[in-house]
């Protein structure tokens, strides 16, 4: 705390320290051209920085918070790209949006009662819209245990899925995500006019269930157990990012894939290699 504070003062509030420290001459020592002052004194300064200036310590609290965020953010974008996840089981029974040629894979990992989640939806829809070629979405659920209505919810969005209905499901339980029941689970199924009979097996089915933990474990397995969490092509992106957040990422992964391949003696050598058969 010691330290944020003589941050705030030396970047923020150093012209009316300087003002104060001035007015307060006769209180404070000067030796080989430096001020000095005792601790009393400083805590009192401070104290008058803060009652006089109450506008400039809050933006450089701001300040301060929104540079410390983006540092934060650099450093895990880095770290996302120079540690890449594999082995991310995807299959063609998985709820997907985008093309399927698509050069960026982003799959998600949701928890439907989840707030972050359902603001993250909105920012993955922007991502959608902006990217309409080059990225397919894969959902998977998560559904935290502390959310009792997330593992009920997630079931009956894949049972939607089976009546070519989950992202329509998808987004009416996201935009009732505080309030979500088992009525609401029945009246959004009525709503899309799916066979009820069928909706209601399904949901209760062992298939997704299975596919359910199938998709826990795997969030286990790669310490992804927090929501939402995405992986684009390996780059793991933690929480609901911003929009500018995603572009950094698809951006760079997008100049990856165009970037000519280096050649390395090796496969210049591979290279040559049928050449030389060929003249021989």
């Known amino acids: 705390m010691r330290k944020f504070w003589k941050r705030l003062i030396v970047s923020g509030g150093i012209l009316a320290l300087s003002s104060s ?12 051209g430096k001020v000095t002052v005792d601790q009393n004194q400083l805590r ?3 104290k008058d920085v803060i009652k006089e200036n109450p506008k400039l310590i809050y933006e450089t609290i701001n300040t301060y918070v929104r540079e410390m965020n983006k540092d934060k953010q650099e450093k895990q974008l880095e770290s996302s790209f120079k540690s890449r996840m594999s ?18 894979l982003l799959v998600e990992y949701t928890d439907f009662q989840c707030p972050y989640c359902a603001k993250a939806s909105k920012t993955v829809e922007d991502v959608l819209k902006k990217y309409p070629q080059q990225v397919r979405l894969v959902l998977k659920n998560n559904p935290l245990e502390f959310h009792e209505q997330a593992m009920p919810a997630a079931k009956a969005a894949l049972a939607a899925h089976k009546q070519g209905k989950f992202w329509e499901y998808h987004d009416l339980l996201f935009a009732n995500s505080s309030k979500l029941n088992e009525e609401l689970f029945v009246k959004f199924a009525k709503e899309l006019s799916l066979d009820m009979e069928k909706f209601g097996k399904d949901r209760n089915s062992d298939d997704i269930a299975v596919q359910i933990e199938a998709d826990r474990e795997e969030t286990a397995k790669n310490k992804l157990k927090g929501t939402p969490a995405f992986v684009a ?7 609901a990012q911003t929009l500018d957040y995603f572009v950094k990422v698809i951006d760079r992964l997008l100049a990856e894939k165009n970037k000519p391949e280096e050649k390395t003696p090796e496969k210049d050598k591979a290279e040559k290699a049928p050449e030389q058969d060929k003249k021989n």
């Open 21 to 32: 420290m001035t007015l307060a001459a006769g209180e404070v020592q000067q030796s080989d």
């Open 44 to 46: 009192e300064l401070i």
């Open 87 to 104: 082995g991310i089981a995807v299959d063609e029974n998985m709820p997907a949006r985008g093309p399927k040629d698509a050069p960026i």
């Open 233 to 239: 092509n390996g780059v793991v992106i933690r929480g």
